[in-house]
């Protein structure tokens, strides 16, 4: 069975402060990792997929990257409209109708 | 402007009583799928459609049921709801199934 876990659960960072979260992920033959941002009261956002390890995507302030394991999400000089929460999802190569996702970690900026 | 529309967005209701969520996308997409989010858990899958007439079940379908007749419509129903029932549900679509998924802003449902 997929299973994909997301640390931390929270984080609270000053405006300007980098950090990164982290998505480690069991699935049997990787098709692909997603990552999603959620706002409140909104449905998740997509952001990026990765593919394979090594690869690297970025978007403005964030940066994701894969290895074998785990995938992290850098966010780089954080402003306060990144405060969200940042959900990760695998889907595995025999299950591709199918995401599994993380709990996700809950992300506010302060100015 | 591409979107998932769900309706209603928030519902309080009593056990035992028929209600059916709507989900319609405006984008062609053949692939669609309904999820609940519950605190701790994160989104978990209820069913999938692959194309019109074709739906399974994914890891959480009890005491749920869909339908598939149009290609832009996957409502949810729930015959009998009770109150594990509870959720944050969010329907989902994509051209394909392997293709980031696009999220209508959630359904919102108590069951008393």
């Known amino acids: 069975e997929d299973q994909v876990t997301q640390s931390p659960e929270a984080l609270r960072l000053q405006e300007g402060e980098s950090s990164s979260l982290n998505c480690s992920y069991t699935?049997?033959?990787?098709?692909?990792l997603f990552w999603y941002r959620q706002d409140p009261g909104k449905g998740p956002e997509f952001l990026f997929t990765?593919?394979?390890a090594g690869e690297e995507k970025e978007k403005e302030r964030l940066k994701a990257t894969l290895t074998k394991k785990e995938s992290f999400l850098h966010i780089t000089a954080p402003k306060p409209e990144d405060s969200a929460t940042y959900l990760c999802a695998v889907q595995a190569e025999l299950d591709d109708y199918k995401l599994s996702f993380g709990a996700g970690t809950t992300v506010t900026v302060r100015a | 402007e591409a979107q998932v529309t769900q309706n209603p967005r928030y519902l309080i209701t009593v056990t035992g009583k028929k209600l059916t969520v709507t989900c319609s996308q405006n984008m062609n997409h053949e692939y669609m799928s309904w999820y609940r989010q519950d605190p701790g858990l994160g989104l978990r899958q209820i069913y999938y459609s692959m194309n019109v007439e074709v739906t399974d079940k994914g890891d959480v379908p009890e005491g749920y049921k869909v339908s598939r007749k149009e290609k832009r419509n996957f409502p949810l129903i729930l015959e009998s709801p009770s109150p594990n029932q509870t959720s944050l549900y969010f329907c989902?679509?994509?051209?394909?199934?392997?293709?980031?998924?696009?999220f209508g802003d959630g359904t919102r449902l108590s069951i008393l």
């Open positions: 990765l593919y394979s």
């Open positions: 699935v049997s033959g990787l098709r692909g």
């Open positions: 989902a679509s994509s051209r394909r199934s392997n293709q980031p998924q696009h």
